[in-house]
């Protein structure tokens, strides 16, 4: 089965400075990827996605997310961080094999220090 | 983008009593529509996979005769909750995929349960 994996389970950056959150994936064939935001309380938000093409994905927020093959990994990145992006984040695979299914990540909590 | 509702977003009920919660797609045709259930701090869970017109598919581990899920038309699918229970609290996401848009899977804002 597809699945994704997100190492950390909270990442804390300093504001202004550069975010990473990482995800790497376990798919046959091609990967479709995904990255969720979700405040407290709040359902989720769409980032971005990679199907194919450019392997820097730019997405909402200013959030990126690099497409790595070799390293099977798919981090999402933001040049500078804001206190408002403190959130759960989810990084997500399309299941080919189970009917499309989004199937998530376990989430990490990002922590944006003033 | 496509806009999927919830309703209710918060329910509070006894234990023993059964809960109905709605998703609906606003503008678009859902084909298909998903069950996430989410604990506190941790990940979305599938729970089940409903189609239109067709009986749901559960996920391992779910019990379809507690999460009774019905998809009748192409822009209403519920999830009833039935004789809940205090460890049934949870928080419930519904998700839609359809028509042109079969490619994406969008998702609703939540329903959270509190079952006393």
């Known amino acids: 089965a597809q699945s994704v994996a997100q190492p950390e389970d909270q990442v804390n950056v300093a504001e202004g400075n550069p975010l990473t959150v990482k995800c790497t994936y376990s798919?046959?064939?091609?990967?479709?990827l995904f990255w969720y935001v979700q405040y407290p309380n709040r359902g989720l938000q769409f980032l971005l996605k990679?199907?194919?093409?450019?392997?820097l994905v730019k997405g909402s927020y200013g959030f990126e997310a690099e497409f790595n093959k070799s390293q099977t990994s798919f981090h999402l990145k933001k040049p500078s961080a804001l206190v408002s992006d403190s959130a759960l984040y989810f990084c997500a695979v399309r299941d080919i094999e189970r009917d499309d299914k989004i199937i998530f990540g376990k989430g990490t909590r990002l922590h944006i220090l003033p | 983008g496509a806009v999927v509702s919830q309703h209710p977003s918060r329910v509070i009920c006894k234990s023993g009593t059964s809960v109905k919660i709605e998703c609906r797609s606003l503008d678009f045709q859902a084909t298909t529509m998903f069950w996430y259930r989410q604990f506190p701090k941790q990940s979305l869970m599938l729970m089940a996979t409903s189609n239109e017109g067709s009986k749901a598919t559960y996920e391992q581990g779910v019990e379809k005769d507690k999460f009774l899920i019905n998809h009748a038309s192409l822009t209403l699918s519920t999830l009833t909750v039935t004789s809940a229970h205090p460890e049934d609290s949870s928080f419930y996401i519904c998700?839609?995929?359809?028509?042109?848009?079969?490619?994406?899977?969008?998702f609703g804002p939540g329903t959270r349960l509190t079952v006393l």
């Open positions: 798919v046959s064939g091609n990967p479709y």
């Open positions: 990679y199907i194919t093409g450019d392997n």
């Open positions: 998700s839609a995929r359809g028509g042109s848009r079969y490619n994406e899977q969008f």
